[in-house]
């Protein structure tokens, strides 16, 4: 009998083929009793949070590609994405916010196999089928030095941990189906152990039509994996990603649209094509496809039982077209924009530990990380709408950049002294911003539309062009916990996390002539830019009464450098500068577990506040109450909670997800009301069926109550209301409908 982990359950839902093992006859109270913990100790620290291969085979949502689907349920952690199939939308940034705080910069916040592989702007954010992950680790304060990558970490870090080749020869299909035309199937095949070598091979197709106005979603996937094991000493894997997403986007709505949902709610961008000159509102201008082609290896060499060498080089290519319409920039006016995307990033982790005793353990190593951006952007092209067509209009920015390049040393010792365990470790960290060289002014529309021939016969604009910039950053971490009992431990830790913003030449270029008019260069203002950091701390008690696991614990985050804009006295201009200070506190309780043995509950509760710490002069006579504000998108109180209940074969799941009331902008004068939305899920374990190993039915509702909400705000943590890039509001995803049937072989 299946044992259903209390979370929001799903159509495809994997839940079907989580046995990895023929369990032959066992009762159901003996396989939950032997089952009863799906959110685990990470390997490196109590503080954060393990979510097991149970725990993804239930919340990957019914589309079962995105992580943040995955640990939405912890505390803190607030990702609501606009559609059913829980893709992250837009494509410049991560719609998830933890602990208040949202990522900055081209850096991704998930990692695979603890490689920094992720990024933004872009594609890639779907290339893991979760039916391909083995466990989700996520770090919302501490950070081991080895995980502190990428081009940012400030809000923490979500580590997809793969799920290797099977030693046995098996398969895994699943196939549903829902709303909105949504179709799912997935297939893994595993070869099993031949000689020295496993592999295995998957591949996925998903495709689901708006849940509003005109266009769909089209991704498909596929992944192989190989490992090479000889002997217990080496243990080589490779594993390759091609991702293909396609889909259009949704409209985005104004504060004024977002405060009267009933009226405003199924607003989309128009079906009709348009007729005017300059129209630009039509819903097939407003897309984005990307290809994503991914290479990771794994090299783990122990030459003695006391050492271990560990070598991950990584490798992602990212192809594809963001469009979207533009009717606020004076630069580009009633224009629809093709951001051109074309960039790729590399690198390796190189470890070296050495146990001397249980009370001492080591680690040295090195990484070395190279990306090429946009991030930001180089190849935006305009057009213009005549006669309902779409005709070349020039560029809205043309630049050329160099590769950013992070590398860093580190050392970590740890250990087990009596009840306390404890951990520590530095990385001197050298963060290196490219040269960028624009060549926007001066394009027009006789520009070569392509952009190596525009790079080679345009004038370098000297005003909007600087040199690479290099920070040198020490990152520290502890962690020091005490097991007061077998079955509680006391423990508080401190990491420093890192983040960068690249929104300065961006804003520049829309504003050159306001910026030359005062003679200021964009280096003049580069060189004053500083490496966001974030010093944080937790205290937290993780305790186990009976088969119910308690853990309380209260943080704070002192965040130094923080981008805002400004007016500056010395230039008479207005711009983006690391000049703020921002202050992060709160409370989270985290349970879960058995009430009795058919039923299981889970609860996350959390407080966050999350502010600037000083106000900010907006002009030569005015200044914006920015201290203590809430900033944008940051709920105070979040609630998520679900149970499930087991009747023979059946289970059955109801869950909800409660957030207060956020702020839409950083002088909090946007208000967005609060929500809850509920979902409800029932399977059947058919047992064997049709030669399958195991076979399961699921029916799964969303949104049961069909709230209309809020789902996600497209804000920077800085933007006013009364600048011209005011937030924009996306509506969640109303009722949905889904069923499905997975099969293990």
């Not at 919340?59 to 059913?84: E, K, R, W």
Request: overall charge negative; some cysteine.
């Amino acid at each position: 009998m299946r044992f259903f982990i209390p979370m929001m359950s799903i159509a495809t839902s994997t839940i079907m083929f989580a046995d990895t093992i023929d369990l032959g006859e066992i009762s159901v109270t003996d396989y939950i009793k032997s089952n009863n913990e799906f959110i685990g100790d990470s390997n490196t620290s109590t503080g954060a949070q393990s979510f097991t291969k149970k725990s993804i085979e239930i919340l990957g949502t019914q589309a079962n590609v995105n992580p943040y689907a995955v640990i939405q349920y912890s505390p803190s952690v607030n990702f609501t994405p606009v559609d059913q199939s829980g893709s992250n939308e837009p494509s410049y940034h991560d719609p998830i916010r933890i602990r208040g705080k949202s990522q900055s910069g081209p850096g991704g916040v998930f990692m695979v196999n603890g490689m920094p592989i992720s990024s933004n702007p872009g594609g890639g954010k779907e290339m893991v089928d979760m039916e391909n992950a083995d466990s989700i680790d996520l770090y919302k304060g501490y950070l081991p030095i080895n995980k502190n990558l990428g081009f940012s970490s400030l809000i923490g870090k979500v580590d997809i941990n793969l799920l290797e080749p099977s030693e046995t020869f098996g398969g895994i299909f699943s196939q549903s189906f829902g709303s909105d035309n949504f179709m799912r199937t997935f297939l893994r095949v595993d070869s099993g152990k031949v000689g020295d070598i496993s592999a295995f091979g998957s591949f996925s197709y998903l495709s689901n039509d708006k849940n509003k106005g005109e266009g769909e979603l089209e991704r498909e996937n596929a992944m192989l994996g190989l490992k090479y094991e000889p002997n217990d000493k080496l243990k080589a894997k490779l594993f390759a990603i091609y991702n293909s997403n396609d889909h259009h986007n949704y409209y985005n709505l104004s504060y004024a649209q977002a405060s009267n949902l009933g009226l405003n709610f199924n607003k989309d961008f128009s079906t009709t094509h348009p007729t005017s000159d300059n129209d630009v509102d039509y819903y097939d201008w407003n897309k984005q496809n990307f290809n994503t082609t991914a290479l990771m290896g794994e090299i783990e060499y122990k030459p003695t039982t006391e050492d271990k060498i560990t070598i991950k080089p990584y490798y992602k290519k990212d192809k594809g077209d963001y469009w979207y319409s533009n009717t606020k920039s004076s630069a580009a006016q009633n224009r629809v924009l093709d951001w051109k995307i074309d960039h790729d990033l590399f690198g390796a982790t190189a470890e070296y530990e050495h146990t001397f005793s249980e009370a001492l353990k080591t680690k040295v190593g090195y990484w070395y990380h190279k990306q090429l951006p946009p991030g930001p952007p180089v190849e935006q092209v305009k057009y213009r709408v005549v006669g309902g067509a779409l005709v070349y209009d020039g560029y809205g920015l043309l630049a050329d950049n160099d590769y950013h390049v992070l590398q860093a040393p580190f050392a970590e010792i740890s250990g087990k002294i009596g009840n306390f365990n404890y951990s520590t470790g530095l990385q001197y960290q050298s963060f290196k911003i490219g040269a960028l060289n624009s060549y926007t002014y001066g394009t027009n529309s006789s520009t070569s539309p392509d952009y190596g021939t525009a790079i080679a016969n345009g004038t370098l604009d000297t005003w909007a062009s600087v040199d690479a910039k290099t920070f040198h950053t020490l990152i520290p971490s502890l962690y020091l916990g005490y097991e007061f009992t077998p079955s509680t431990t006391g423990y508080i830790d401190y990491s420093r996390t890192y983040g960068f913003d690249v929104n300065l030449f961006p804003t520049y270029v829309s504003n050159r002539a306001t910026f030359v008019g005062q003679g200021v260069s964009l280096q003049n203002l580069w060189d004053t830019l500083e490496l966001e950091t974030s010093d944080n701390i937790d205290i937290g008690v993780k305790t186990k009464i009976g088969n119910i696991t308690i853990n309380p614990n209260v943080f704070v985050s002192f965040v130094k450098n923080k981008q805002a804009n400004i007016y500056d006295p010395t230039y008479n201009v207005n711009y983006p500068a690391n000049v703020g200070d921002a202050l992060g506190y709160g409370a989270e309780l985290s349970a879960y577990g058995d009430i009795i043995d058919n039923l299981n509950f889970l609860v996350g509760l959390s407080y966050n506040r999350y502010n600037f710490t000083q106000d900010f002069q907006s002009s030569s006579t005015a200044t914006v109450q920015t201290d203590g504000k809430q900033l944008p998108d940051a709920p105070k109180y979040m609630a998520k909670a679900a149970v499930s209940y087991h009747l023979g074969d059946w289970a059955f799941t109801p869950s909800l997800r409660y957030s207060s009331s956020r702020w839409g902008d950083v002088a909090n004068t946007q208000k967005i009301d609060s929500y809850t939305v509920v979902d409800f899920d029932i399977a059947y374990d058919m047992g064997s069926f049709l030669g399958s190993k195991d076979t399961m039915l699921n029916l799964t509702v969303t949104n049961l109550t069909d709230q209309e909400y809020i789902a996600t705000i497209n804000a920077a943590d800085n933007v006013l209301a009364s600048s011209g890039t005011s937030s924009t509001y996306q509506t969640g995803a109303p009722l949905g409908v889904y069923c499905g049937i997975n099969m293990k072989f």
